[in-house]
């Protein structure tokens, strides 16, 4: 893929209007994430709008519930033809099974992602806060595997995760990597971070930039600064 495809840009907004606004402002862009704050705010209305310019769209809800409802959720997405969706690896595997079954059964050209491990989480807080005893790294690669195991397409996983992600699952399970931060981009919340070109040299598919991007002084310019730095992998 080019550079320019692999980047994935989150509508962080509240409005439509803000949306539109931001994919008139970056039209290289062609794959966005819809996420919770967005999707709560103005439902799927948004959705026809970027496919109507032809955009790709990552639909990032985190489902997790008990698997009927998990199936239930996945039915309605179907409808929508979004080209990603997640939902939580650890709904468990009747859930996750379910959730796949749904969208195979529909015939929908949507793809399911595994949340792994939060981005914002670190060791400390997934063995004292969530009582979780495996290490990090070992947890997410579980979840991929249950995962993976189940039928779903892929994974959400921090960058340093991905290159024994990519070892084990092989490469036609798809990542997609958040908590990716240019070195000159303050890395926020994300607690676990790597810069782009050291996140797809590590195995990645696609990388969810955000701030960096949509943040900056000049987003058009910061979008070419990272696509710069990308097409020297």
């Known amino acids: 893929m080019n550079p320019e495809e692999r980047i994935i840009v989150p509508l962080d907004v509240n ?7 931001l ?8 794959f966005w994430k819809v996420g919770l704050e967005l999707f709560t705010s103005v439902g799927p209305s948004i959705l026809p709008i970027l496919k109507d310019q032809g955009k790709q769209i990552f639909l990032d809800l985190k489902l997790h519930d008990i698997p009927n409802t998990m199936a239930g959720a996945c039915r309605s997405v179907a409808s929508y033809q979004v080209d990603l969706l997640t939902i939580h690896a650890t709904a468990g595997r009747h859930a996750l099974q379910a959730s796949k079954e749904v969208i195979a059964t529909a015939n929908s050209s949507t793809k399911l992602l595994a949340i792994t491990v ?11 806060d969530l009582k979780i005893p ?16 189940c039928g779903i397409d892929g994974a959400v996983c921090s960058p340093h995760e991905v290159s024994q992600l990519r070892q084990i699952c092989g490469d036609d399970f798809l990542l997609v990597c958040p908590g990716v931060r240019p070195t000159w981009a303050e890395s ?15 195995g990645a598919n696609y990388l969810v930039i955000g701030r ?10 910061a979008w070419s600064k990272i696509c710069d730095e990308l097409a020297t992998v």
Do not use: C, H, W
């Open 134 to 149: 495996l290490e990090l790294p070992e947890y997410a690669l579980q979840m991929a595997f249950l995962a993976q195991e």
């Open 118 to 128: 939060l981005t914002s989480i670190n060791s400390r807080e997934l063995a004292y």
């Open 212 to 221: 960096p991007i949509t943040a900056a002084e000049n987003p058009q310019q």
């Open 188 to 202: 926020g919340d994300q607690k676990r971070v790597m810069t782009p070109k050291q996140a797809i040299l590590a």
């Open 23 to 30: 994919v008139e402002l970056l039209p290289q862009v062609n």
């Open 15 to 21: 409005t439509t209007e803000a949306a539109i606004a």
